[in-house]
């Protein structure tokens, strides 16, 4: 039997319980994305992704980045090369890319709203980890519908 949810009550057990274990697993991969999304980043902007670079843009250690870094191969998202860098598996690149799209679809969406460049994009740094696939597909369906026109018109009544 599904409670339906009414002002001040818990929402039935199984979608409460949905909302927490998809919120830890998000919190599980957002460093990994983080890392990888900035690889990406660096590779694709012809620098070399090293331990130093990495550290200095993610305001990290250096010691904080080569754990990390431990990690991504073992998991197999990078390959670190000696007196190289770092480079991405196809896995690496294939999760850099899917963290990339969705920064990009709600940076889009929050700037549309009429938040400033720099809090959308690093509101969108923080959100692209924890938004799922349908709101993803909600966000993209209001930006083509016209959301931007929209807030305009919203925010010049205001004015």
Known sequence: MVRKKTAGSLPDMETHSEGFRANRAARRKVLVEDYVELISDLLSEGNEARQVDIAGRLGVSQPTVAKMLSR??????????????????????????????????????????????????????????YVGFETLQAFEAALQGGLQAFMKGVRSCRD
């Open 72 to 129: 991504l191969s073992t998991e197999g998202f990078v390959i670190q090369k000696p007196y190289r860098g770092v480079f991405l598996t196809p896995a690496g690149q294939e999760m850099a890319d899917k963290a990339r799209l969705r920064h990009q679809v709600v940076e889009a969406f929050l700037l549309a709203l009429g938040v400033s460049e720099d809090n959308a994009r690093i509101d969108a740094e923080g959100l692209e980890h």
